[in-house]
């Protein structure tokens, strides 16, 4: 259902050693880079993460109450996600942990501009 999810991002380098090495598991690289904005995925027929410069030249900023979740295959790739994204230079939003008994294990991180992530697996 979901074709990509934009966020805002300040420095578009960074941003992409960001999200590339925190997804170098699962093939992930840039597959459009059109100068202000850059999608990232293994694959452009899959869905896909964009990150831009915001079009108006402000600064970005995470929104409230917005964030981006993505799917582990298991427990203890939530937990390699998490500490990846935290030696690329993320902060800690939430360590791994069971969120709803026998339902939902995730984790959180903000990235280096502040937008929030979740890593996470139902079951």
């Known amino acids: 259902m979901i074709g990509y999810v934009t966020i805002g991002v300040s420095?578009?380098?960074?941003?992409?050693e960001f999200y590339t090495g925190l997804f170098s598991k699962q093939n992930a690289q840039v597959q459009i880079d059109a100068?202000?904005?850059?999608f990232i995925g293994s694959d452009p027929a899959a869905p896909m993460l964009a990150i831009c410069?915001?079009?108006?030249?402000?600064?970005?900023?995470?929104?409230?109450?917005?964030m981006v979740a993505f799917p582990a295959e298991?427990?203890?790739?939530?937990g390699v996600l998490y500490n990846k994204a935290?030696?690329?230079?993320?902060?800690?939003?939430g360590e791994p942990g069971q969120?709803?008994?026998d339902e939902f294990y995730g984790a959180y991180v903000r990235d280096p501009d502040g937008n929030k992530l979740c890593f996470y697996v139902f079951g």
Do not use: H
Request: glycine share 20%; net charge negative.
């Open 86 to 93: 935290i030696s690329l230079g993320a902060t800690d939003e």
């Open 74 to 78: 298991s427990k203890d790739e939530v």
């Open 11 to 16: 420095d578009l380098g960074r941003a992409k």
């Open 53 to 66: 410069e915001p079009f108006d030249g402000g600064s970005c900023s995470g929104g409230n109450g917005v």
């Open 99 to 101: 969120r709803v008994p």
């Open 35 to 38: 100068g202000r904005i850059v």
